[in-house]
């Protein structure tokens, strides 16, 4: 079964500390794709990354960067020089192909992480 | 562009009303999605629409009736609602080409539903 645990519930930082989201997925498919959203006290779920499981690489976008390790079924997410405007739940997601086309899919979201980072 | 609008923000119904929620996107997406979100957890899927046609419903209640008009528009019936029904209702889409591939999918700012 799809299953994506994030095991921090909460993390609180002090402004311009780096800070790491944990991610860990469990999935039967071979071929799977991640993500990371950002949602914000606003309510909207803010796209973050996409990354499928053949491509490892580390990725840095801006203060944002994410590690992606198959051999531990992770893809942690670390923020570099947190900013209050980062507060906000994170969540990791793993996509679920639902027919055999592999063009009907759904989201298996983790219980997120509540991120408040201090002035 | 990459939004999703969403009416009402904010709606206020009584357990015997009938109300809908709208969802539009102008980014060429051909897959669209209803998610409902209580407070403090994750989305949960409710329902997937693929080029027009209802193609997942993760067994949701006839209370609530999906709709989806033409390829850019989205709605949700409601109907003699519960209280428990209350929660953040979030409209996402995707591009969906068939191919196997899987894009992120992008999401409205959500109406707050509170059933009285």
């Known amino acids: 079964a799809q299953k994506v645990t994030q095991a921090q519930t909460e993390i609180s930082v002090v402004e311009k500390e780096d800070v790491t989201l944990d991610c860990v997925y469990e999935?039967?498919?071979?071929?799977?794709?991640l993500f990371w959203y950002k949602q914000p006290p606003s309510g909207e779920l803010v796209f973050l990354i996409r990354?499928?499981?053949?491509?490892?690489q580390n990725e840095i976008s801006g203060r944002y960067s994410w590690n992606f390790q198959k051999s531990t079924s992770s893809f942690n997410f670390t923020i570099t020089a947190s900013q209050v405007v980062d507060s906000a739940v994170y969540f990791c997601?793993?996509?679920?192909?639902?027919?055999?086309?592999?063009?009907?899919?759904?989201?298996?979201f983790g219980k997120g992480t509540l991120l408040t980072v201090n002035p | 562009d990459t939004e999703v609008t969403q009416t009402p923000k904010h709606l206020v119904m009584g357990m015997t009303n009938k109300k809908s929620l709208k969802c539009e996107q102008h980014m060429g997406h051909r897959a669209m999605y209803w998610y409902k979100q209580k407070a403090k957890k994750p989305p949960e899927l409710m329902f997937v629409y693929s080029y027009e046609k209802l193609s997942i419903n993760e067994s949701v209640p006839s209370r609530f009736s999906p709709e989806c008009p033409n390829s850019s528009l989205l709605n949700l019936h409601l109907h003699a609602l519960q209280p428990e029904d209350s929660a953040l209702y979030l409209c996402a889409s995707s591009q969906d080409t068939g191919t196997g591939l899987i894009y992120e999918q992008y999401f409205g700012p959500g109406t707050r539903l509170t059933v009285t």
């Open positions: 990354r499928n499981s053949f491509d490892e």
């Open positions: 999935t039967r498919d071979t071929t799977y794709y």
């Open positions: 997601a793993l996509s679920e192909t639902i027919d055999s086309g592999g063009s009907n899919y759904k989201l298996t």
